[in-house]
């Protein structure tokens, strides 16, 4: 199985909203972004693919931080520093965003306590850098028990669950195999709505046809390698 990115209705409103915030357009009005959904719906993957052709700063999940952490890992990124102090990360980040605003999109910002989710909302007035909060279902209580940070939100967006067309066109460039829709619809169903189960299935699918010289994917097949019945 090959490496792909597929792009699909969640992709494409996703990187809608990173341009719109990189934009200066956006300058008028608040410019932070909220991104949630259920573990394994392809947020993550979304915000990667997006930094790979753009110049927007991707924050990965750190278990641990503080407010100095968070300032260091976006340093980092914008400059290839890490002050120890956080005056000199916020000198150094005023200072690149007064050259070229860039997106920081902050990855599991659902784990963040309020006062680091405070702290990016002060960033992103400080030096108009747009900020975006990626997480899951959590994120949403955390912001709305937050004025200064709920009212400044220019986008909400909820990645809607994997569909039978997106493992369908995943399973045709990916293992370059076309599957009927009664096949899809069992993997969409094991899936629950999330792309893991489905990169799962297609890794054993793969692996079951090649040892078995199998040439189609059967409804039977999947139930076999997924465990249902």
């Keep these: 199985m090959k490496y792909i990115f597929l792009e699909t209705r969640n992709s494409v409103d996703f990187n809608a909203i990173c341009r719109e915030l990189e934009d200066p357009t956006s300058l008028i009005g608040p410019s932070l972004a909220m991104i949630t959904g259920p573990a394994g719906r392809g947020k993550s993957e979304a915000a990667k693919h997006y930094i790979i052709h753009n110049d927007a700063v991707y924050i ?14 976006i340093t980092f990124e914008l400059c290839k520093v890490r002050p120890s102090r956080s005056e000199a990360c916020l000198n150094l980040i005023g200072g690149e965003m007064a050259k070229k605003r860039r997106l920081i999109i902050i990855d599991e ?24 909060f990626i997480g899951e279902e959590e994120l949403k209580a955390k912001v709305e028990k937050k004025r200064r940070i709920s009212s400044r939100m220019r986008h909400r967006m909820e990645f809607e669950p994997v569909t039978q067309v997106d493992i369908h066109l995943f399973f045709l460039k990916a293992l ?11 993997i969409h169903k094991h899936s629950k ?26 409804q039977q097949l999947v139930k076999d390698v997924t465990g249902n019945s």
Excluded: H, Q, Y
């Excluded at 278990?63 to 300032?71: A, D, G, S």
């Excluded at 910002?109 to 900020?131: G, Q, S």
């Design 109 to 132: 910002a659902d784990l963040l306590p309020p006062l680091i989710l405070e702290m990016l909302r002060n960033l992103n007035e400080r030096f108009a850098c747009p900020v975006m």
């Design 193 to 218: 709505g999330d792309w893991r189960p489905v990169i799962t299935t297609a890794l054993a699918l793969e692996r079951a046809l090649k040892a078995n010289n199998l040439k189609e994917i059967t």
């Design 176 to 186: 370059n195999i076309k599957i009927a829709p009664e096949v899809s619809a069992v």
């Design 60 to 73: 990965p999940p750190i278990n641990i931080r503080t407010p100095t952490m968070v300032l260091r890992e």
